[in-house]
């Protein structure tokens, strides 16, 4: 390969010659540049000195709106402490008003609930007192009505008492008739009867006949008597239905009203009974020391007679314990009046009533305590033990 050494040192030579043109070029714009260097560095400290005066302005501007907006700030600030001092002192004084003001409709509220209360117990001691004043005088009218019911019921007792001594006494002088008349007549009919002997039998017969009459008429009148004491039981009735009444004793205005309807049915059974000879006095039995005879029929009655009392008495006990009334067996209409279940026949009315009353005031206690110490009592009905019967009758045979 050749090279071409005469282009390579043109080459050469046009690129040195580049090179120093390029400096002389560069060398003057140099001195240019100079020149110009300090007319621009004058003018750029002016610009500068301008720009620091225009900053310090700037500046100096910036700290008095600064200063400004802190003092309206400030300003601001104080003043809205300002308005919230006026405001909590508005507000102070508004709830201490508030305060006040409840206080005094506090004190106006307590007092008039204490005049209210004033008021209140003014007005119940008055109706206390009143109340007082009505009870006691209801107390006062219930005792005076109890003094006078018991008044009346002593006198009614006593009234009763004196008229059974007296109708005791007629029966006793009755049945001493009766006993003398029959054996007077049976005394003169065994005379007859020795004396005359077979002659005379019919007219001992008719005589018999007369005295059976005698007696028959006799039973007869009794019944009647007794019939007749119906319009006593209905007075009496109604003056213990006002009397119990009064007492408010309920359950024993109760039994009173079953006792009257008994009595009542006892009446219509009455009406249909027939008279029937039973037979001679051949039993005897024993009351206050002294001795009575009577036939079958009569001893059943007399045992009657304390059936009936004992069970009607514990009706009445039981009565009385359901009202919370004292036991008081004689009060009962069933003590007082002592005819249920007697017809009239073989036995006097006072000995029926006797022995009613027997078992009444034993089957009362029996039904006032709840107990069964005399006799038993179930569905409505009682009877008294037979060992005390025959120890309130002493009931023997005669031979």
């Not at 004084?93 to 204490?114: G, H, I, L, P």
């Not at 006593?158 to 049976?186: A, M």
């Not at 002997?197 to 007869?220: C, I, K, L, P, T």
């Amino acid at each position: 390969m050749k090279l071409n050494y005469k282009g390579l040192a043109g080459s050469g030579l046009l690129a040195f010659a580049l090179v120093v043109s390029a400096v002389d070029v560069t060398a003057a714009q140099g001195k240019s540049s100079r020149g110009r260097g300090k007319d621009i560095s004058q003018e750029n400290q002016q610009q500068k000195e301008q720009r620091q005066a225009e900053q310090k302005s700037r500046a100096a501007e910036q700290r008095n709106q600064r200063q400004a907006r802190e003092d309206q700030r400030r300003a601001e600030q104080q003043q809205a402490s300002q308005q919230r001092a006026e405001q909590q002192r508005q507000r102070a004084a508004q709830t201490e008003s508030q305060r006040a003001e409840q206080q005094q409709r506090w004190e106006q509220n307590k007092q008039r609930v204490e005049q209210n209360k004033a008021e209140q117990q003014r007005r119940w001691d008055i109706n206390k007192q009143r109340v007082e004043q009505n009870q006691q005088q209801q107390r006062n009218q219930q005792q005076q009505k109890w003094e006078q019911n018991q008044d009346r019921v002593r006198q009614q007792q006593e009234q009763q008492r004196l008229e059974q001594q007296r109708l005791e006494e007629q029966r006793r002088q009755q049945s001493q008739q009766n006993s003398d008349w029959q054996r007077r007549q049976s005394e003169q009919q065994r005379r007859d009867s020795i004396q005359r002997g077979s002659r005379d039998s019919n007219r001992d017969w008719n005589s018999a006949n007369n005295q059976q009459r005698d007696w028959r008429r006799y039973q007869e009148l009794r019944a009647n008597q007794y019939r007749q004491e119906q319009y006593r039981r209905q007075s009496l009735a109604l003056q213990r239905q006002r009397i119990l009444q009064q007492q408010r004793r309920i359950a024993q205005m109760r039994y009173q009203q079953r006792y009257l309807e008994r009595i009542r049915q006892d009446q219509l059974r009455l009406q249909n009974w027939r008279y029937n000879d039973y037979g001679p006095s051949n039993y005897r039995y024993s009351r206050g020391g002294s001795y009575y005879e009577t036939n079958r029929y009569g001893a059943q009655m007399l045992q009657q007679a304390i059936n009936r009392g004992y069970e009607e008495g514990y009706r009445a006990g039981q009565a009385d314990r359901e009202d919370g009334w004292s036991s008081s067996p004689n009060d009962a209409i069933g003590y007082q009046d002592a005819s249920y279940g007697y017809d009239g026949y073989y036995v006097d009315m006072n000995e029926y009533r006797y022995y009613f009353r027997e078992g009444f005031e034993r089957g009362y206690e029996d039904g006032y305590y709840s107990r069964s110490q005399y006799g038993r009592y179930s569905n409505g009905s009682g009877n008294i033990l037979g060992t005390i019967v025959q120890t309130i009758l002493n009931m023997t045979i005669l031979d």
